[in-house]
């Protein structure tokens, strides 16, 4: 039970404020899942830091397939990318999303790490974990505890994702802190946001370049430059993953599934025994 002595006064009064945020526009959110429960959130609009403080979850993105994570462990979700959890066991965890032009503090910004980059994180495909600092997880618990009160007050928010960002920049390794947040670094990192944050509404190449407004020429080459593979191999690569999470991820059916990604149920088994081995099911018994 709630101390009545952390209970937020004047409770009606933040309410009604308009800088009371408590949808997906909130910068901070907290999670609580039991075992074997889902959460799912696609087509993450921001750059988004996930703490996990309680207990061990399964995570698949854009980076990773059924990654397994526990409590004391933080990771990065880039902008454009879909986020799957199940709950291993009991847990809690924490987001805060950003945009990227804070910085870690005011003569350090977050490009600034591109420079401490190391050559096996550029090229590698996963998912980067850094252990909470023990500092760190205490301000985490009370911005925890502060929210639970109901205070969702945008500059609360504001204060205290920069607090965060001081901290990484206190209590970790400049190479640690540029591999964690790789997948939004670089100079052609607009051109990559935009791909991200578009690529889910299109079924073609054509589609996507037509929705960025690009020449076919300019779009092939800058995609070739920036993401090391044609688009049409990466947009199916993007389909196989996301099939992938819904199968070991969800509750949907066979039939639901082969709707979604305009499949038969037939093609969708004979798809999945040709990229991934098996069929749905059998896939599902894995997860």
Same mark, same amino acid.
Request: aromatic letters at 10%; glycine letters at 6%; proline letters at 3%.
């Given at each position: 039970?709630?101390?009545?002595?952390?209970?937020?006064?004047?409770?009606?009064?933040?309410?009604?404020? =308009?800088?009371? *945020? $408590?949808?997906?526009?909130?910068?901070?959110?907290?999670?609580?899942?039991? &075992? #074997? +429960?889902? @959460?799912?959130?696609?087509?993450?609009?921001?750059?988004?830091?996930?703490?996990?403080? =309680?207990?061990? *979850? $399964?995570?698949?993105?854009?980076?990773?397939?059924?990654?397994?994570?526990? &409590? #004391? +462990?933080? @990771?990065?979700?880039?902008?454009?990318?879909?986020?799957?959890?199940?709950?291993?066991?009991?847990?809690?965890?924490?987001?805060?999303?950003?945009?990227?032009?804070?910085?870690?503090?005011?003569?350090?910004?977050?490009?600034?790490?591109?420079?401490?980059?190391?050559?096996?994180?550029?090229?590698?495909?996963?998912?980067?974990?850094?252990?909470?600092?023990?500092?760190?997880?205490?301000?985490?618990?009370?911005?925890?505890?502060?929210?639970?009160?109901?205070?969702?007050?945008?500059?609360?928010?504001?204060?205290?994702?920069?607090?965060?960002?001081?901290?990484?920049?206190?209590?970790?390794?400049?190479?640690?802190?540029?591999?964690?947040?790789?997948?939004?670094?670089?100079?052609?990192?607009?051109?990559?946001?935009?791909?991200?944050?578009?690529?889910?509404?299109?079924?073609?190449?054509?589609?996507?370049?037509?929705?960025?407004?690009?020449?076919?020429?300019?779009?092939?080459?800058?995609?070739?430059?920036?993401?090391?593979?044609?688009?049409?191999?990466?947009?199916?690569?993007?389909?196989?993953?996301?099939?992938?999470?819904?199968?070991?991820?969800?509750?949907?059916?066979?039939?639901?599934?082969?709707?979604?990604?305009?499949?038969?149920?037939?093609?969708?088994?004979?798809?999945?025994?040709?990229?991934?081995?098996?069929?749905?099911?059998?896939?599902?018994?894995?997860?």
């Amino acid at each position: 039970m709630q101390n009545t002595a952390d209970e937020l006064k004047y409770r009606k009064e933040h309410l009604m404020c =308009e800088n009371y *945020i $408590s949808d997906e526009r909130a910068l901070w959110g907290v999670f609580e899942l039991k &075992a #074997g +429960k889902h @959460f799912v959130r696609e087509g993450v609009k921001r750059p988004t830091l996930v703490f996990v403080l =309680e207990g061990e *979850i $399964s995570v698949s993105t854009g980076m990773a397939i059924n990654r397994k994570v526990v &409590a #004391g +462990k933080m @990771f990065l979700i880039p902008p454009g990318d879909n986020f799957y959890v199940r709950a291993l066991a009991d847990a809690v965890f924490m987001r805060c999303s950003f945009t990227r032009d804070i910085a870690l503090c005011n003569r350090f910004s977050i490009e600034q790490l591109q420079n401490y980059v190391r050559p096996a994180v550029s090229s590698r495909s996963g998912l980067t974990l850094l252990p909470i600092h023990h500092l760190l997880a205490g301000e985490l618990a009370i911005t925890r505890n502060v929210l639970h009160t109901g205070l969702s007050c945008i500059h609360f928010q504001h204060i205290k994702t920069e607090i965060l960002f001081m901290e990484l920049r206190g209590f970790y390794a400049k190479e640690d802190l540029a591999d964690l947040f790789a997948p939004i670094l670089g100079e052609d990192n607009d051109f990559k946001s935009k791909v991200m944050q578009s690529y889910s509404q299109v079924s073609t190449v054509k589609e996507l370049i037509d929705l960025l407004n690009m020449s076919s020429t300019g779009f092939k080459r800058k995609f070739h430059d920036v993401f090391g593979v044609p688009a049409k191999q990466w947009l199916i690569q993007k389909k196989k993953e996301k099939l992938l999470r819904d199968i070991m991820m969800t509750n949907m059916t066979m039939a639901e599934l082969a709707e979604k990604y305009n499949f038969t149920v037939n093609y969708l088994t004979a798809f999945c025994k040709e990229h991934f081995g098996k069929s749905p099911t059998e896939l599902r018994l894995d997860a």
